[in-house]
């Protein structure tokens, strides 16, 4: 395995560096909504770029946010080689490791862009992203959860946190072990980044979802 260390790193520098570009906060500038840093939560996600009212806006954000981490993935997948090599004492091929390695440091690049000193999304439309070109029934499945709790609680923190928890356990029934251990690092990121929105929640004093234009 140490001999892959060279494509390792340098997939996983792809990655990062494609998953650090900030669509939100880029396109809701072009837009004319100024920083979207200074509006609702502060966030650059699609969520709070749903705030401004502008929902096509926030739709766009999430197809390029959702983008960046699964084209790191599959960029990886297409061009590294086709290697058989053990990790964690289970076969797996090199191009497989390789794909999510790319798309969880895509995640990363979300969360911690070096653009804006290290303060980026909660990285729910990279994950999402992620899991549909990686494994896609576990994606739709995630989707699938969202959707079902965005609709029924409004709350979109609740339903990303609910479809994040169950992410590994469906992976566990579906997928080989290398899912579950690249899959699991992606859900701990994403409750460590709603560490705040999960202490509001259990205040209820979290923002539900809404499609009212800002004022």
Not at 42 to 66: C, P
Not at 143 to 162: C, D, H
Request: aromatic residues 16%.
């Amino acid at each position: 395995m140490a001999n892959f260390i060279p494509i390792f790193v340098f997939w996983g520098f792809v990655g990062y560096l494609l998953g650090s570009i900030p669509f939100g906060l880029v396109l809701t500038r072009l837009a004319g909504y100024g920083d979207i840093r200074k509006i609702g939560s502060g966030n650059i996600g699609a969520t709070n770029v749903l705030r401004t009212g502008n929902k096509t806006l926030a739709l766009l954000t999430v197809i390029l946010d959702a983008f960046k981490a699964g084209f790191a993935a599959y960029l990886a997948y297409r061009f590294v080689p086709h290697v058989e090599f053990y990790f964690l004492g289970y076969a797996t091929n090199l191009n497989v490791f390789t794909s999510l390695l790319a798309g969880l440091c895509g995640i990363l690049g979300h969360m911690f862009p070096v653009w804006l000193k290290f303060k980026g999304g909660k990285g729910i439309s990279s994950a999402l992203g992620f899991l549909l070109v990686t494994y896609w029934q576990v994606g739709l499945i995630a989707l699938v959860i969202w959707l079902v709790m965005a609709f029924a609680f409004k709350y979109s923190s609740l339903s990303a946190l609910t479809a994040a928890v169950l992410v590994p356990f469906v992976t566990y029934l579906l997928a080989p072990p290398v899912y579950v251990f690249f899959y699991t690092i992606v859900v701990v990121l994403v409750i460590v980044k709603h560490r705040a929105n999960i202490e509001r929640l259990m205040k209820g004093t979290e923002s539900k979802i809404t499609f009212k234009k800002k004022a």
